[in-house]
T-cell receptor
Framework: SQKIEQNSEALNIQEGKTATLTCNYT??????LQWYRQDPGRGPVFLLL?????KEKRKERLKVTFDTTLKQSLFHITASQPADSATYLC?????????????FGAGTRLAVHP | EAQVTQNPRYLITVTGKKLTVTCSQN?????MSWYRQDPGLGLRQIYY???????DKGDVPEGYKVSRKEKRNFPLILESPSPNQTSLYFC??????????????FGPGTRLTVL
């Protein structure tokens, strides 16, 4: 069956450390993968997109990697701050959906402690 | 301000009473979509629309209808709501669908409870 999985347990880290979140998928061939941030009671906010032929993407303190062999994306936040505390969602666009469908993981909650 | 708006934000209703959740975007986006979010299941796509008069089913379309008569509006219709449609609903829009960067802009959400 097709699955996209993120660690359901919250990730607790100390301020200033690097947070690494994982997104694994099975039985999908994604054209690209996206990461979103969601704060409680709010809609998700787009952060980064990485295509299947890209290994890494960066934006300020954020870095995303994409390994289509391992079927995995890693999302890193360097020099983390308490304001980075939120739930982070990964989403992929499978070729089979004509890139129009977006399949989301359930998200990982990140808590950055001072 | 560029945004996606949804109304109502909160709704409590009873089984079988038809309801409509409105969604509007002011960014001239071609692509719009509806999702529901349930604990442990993440966001699941209900319907999406590539442009005016073009709609298609997502992964969980049963019990829902949509229409896209104008580019800016994409209402979600529940003809006969049931308790299993109790959920948090999000509308989203994107400049384009298809093989392009498909960054989605989400609305604030509508929390629906069906008794």
């Amino acid at each position: 069956s097709q699955k996209i999985e993120q660690n359901s347990e919250a990730l607790n880290i100390q301020e200033g450390k690097t947070a690494t979140l994982t997104c694994n998928y099975t039985n999908y061939s994604p054209a690209y993968l996206q990461w979103y941030r969601q704060d409680p009671g709010r809609g998700p906010v787009f952060l980064l997109l990485i295509r299947e032929n890209e290994k890494e993407k960066r934006k300020e303190r954020l870095k995303v990697t994409f390994d289509t062999t391992l079927k995995q994306s890693l999302f890193h936040i360097t020099a983390s701050q308490p304001a980075d505390s939120a739930t982070y969602l990964c989403a992929l666009a499978p070729y089979s959906g004509g890139y129009n469908k977006l399949i989301f993981g359930a998200g990982t909650r990140l808590a950055v402690h001072p | 301000e560029a945004q996606v708006t949804q109304n109502p934000r909160y709704l409590i209703t009873v089984t079988g009473k038809k309801l409509t959740v409105t969604c509007s975007q002011n960014m001239n986006h071609e692509y719009m979509s509806w999702y529901r979010q349930d604990p442990g299941l993440g966001l699941r796509q209900i319907y999406y629309s590539m442009n005016v008069e073009v709609t298609d089913k997502g992964d969980v379309p049963e019990g829902y209808k949509v229409s896209r008569k104008e580019k800016r509006n994409f209402p979600l219709i529940l003809e006969s709501p049931s308790p299993n449609q109790t959920s948090l609903y999000f509308c989203a829009s994107s400049p384009y669908g298809g093989n392009r960067d498909n960054e989605q802009f989400f609305g604030p959400g509508t929390r629906l409870t069906v008794l």
